[in-house]
């Protein structure tokens, strides 16, 4: 999406070789006609999946997801919390997902309520590195026994093999911007 | 708003005096043309308060916020993020959020890149208890010189009295649907 590429390069910050941040206009300050268009344009990608359901993951990766659902005329949406809310007293899937930069496993579950083997997923997040939130989502749907029909991604960080690991279990990805390298300021699609 | 008080009615889950679980439509699964809705009546309610940015705090303020957002012409949209992010390195506001239920306090952050003296903020969140994240927010937009031009919230819970805490400030509030009480599934607008 060249619109999100411009962006990056514009006000995205690389810093090393790994990250980049996008706090000015993705996830601390969004630019919401940005963030619109962008839900959009995963609704152009995916018009073909069949998707009943959208799965997310909080923080940052639900007004994108959000966006998506609601140009996908109004899906419903589901998004995994990283911890157990006090309230939280029904069943729930568990995903589990592994930081490599902390070196450390959390939790992320769903209330089993909210998701079934009727479910066709299209699950869509704002980053995809390694592919840990992923892994942490597609765990959570098998439980349920639901489908998987597509990943979407804002922004891939291709050189850390996260969406390679996704499609060799045969999902469909798509990312907006697809990044080849970082090198502080210099960034690569 | 007609259409979000019946329902709660519905789908809500009334629990004790205190608790309203809205799980199932509003913050884990949600009904995405309902949030988009409940933006609109946000944009209509505000429409003469001169914001120029929408404030809100993760997690789940965020689709609703975004919502607003969207229905204002995409106004662009800062998040209150809940810890300090290991990439967030430049000088942050930083808001004291108090807990009644579990008596602690807790922090939360936005970076001083995004907010400043010419902003006219339109606080956005899901619900409105006590009024302590309201406070956090506020004390985060003084620090940074802006003005708080609204207060929204989609479900207020009147008898917490956060709602006329941030009146006696000055501050316009509106909420979508105005709860008077919870006896378990008793819900009384």
Excluded: C, W
Excluded at 77 to 103: D, I, L, R
Excluded at 111 to 122: A, I
Excluded at 132 to 161: C, N, P
Aim: charged share 25%; aromatic share 6%.
């Amino acid at each position: 999406m060249k619109e999100l590429e411009e962006r990056i390069l514009r006000d995205g910050k690389g810093i090393g070789t790994e990250i980049l941040k996008v706090d000015s206009f993705l996830n601390h300050q969004l630019d919401v006609g940005l963030v619109r268009r962008m839900g959009e344009e995963f609704a152009r990608l995916f018009a073909g999946s069949g998707a009943n359901k959208i799965l997310t993951v909080e923080a940052s990766g639900l007004p994108i997801a959000f966006a998506a659902a609601a140009a996908m005329g109004d899906l419903p949406m589901v998004f995994a919390k990283k911890k157990k809310p006090s309230t939280m007293q029904e069943k729930q899937y568990v995903g589990v997902v592994h930081s490599f930069t902390k070196n450390t496993d959390s939790s992320i579950v769903v209330s089993k309520k909210y998701l079934g083997p009727e479910d066709k997923l299209l699950i869509i997040d704002d980053f995809l590195a390694t592919g840990s939130a992923g892994m942490g989502l597609i765990d959570i749907a098998r439980q349920a026994g639901a489908e998987v029909v597509g990943y979407g991604a804002a922004i891939e960080k291709e050189f850390q093999g996260g969406a390679e690991k996704l499609r060799a279990m045969g999902i469909e990805v798509h990312s907006l911007a697809v990044i080849k390298s970082i090198r502080d300021d210099n960034i690569q699609f």
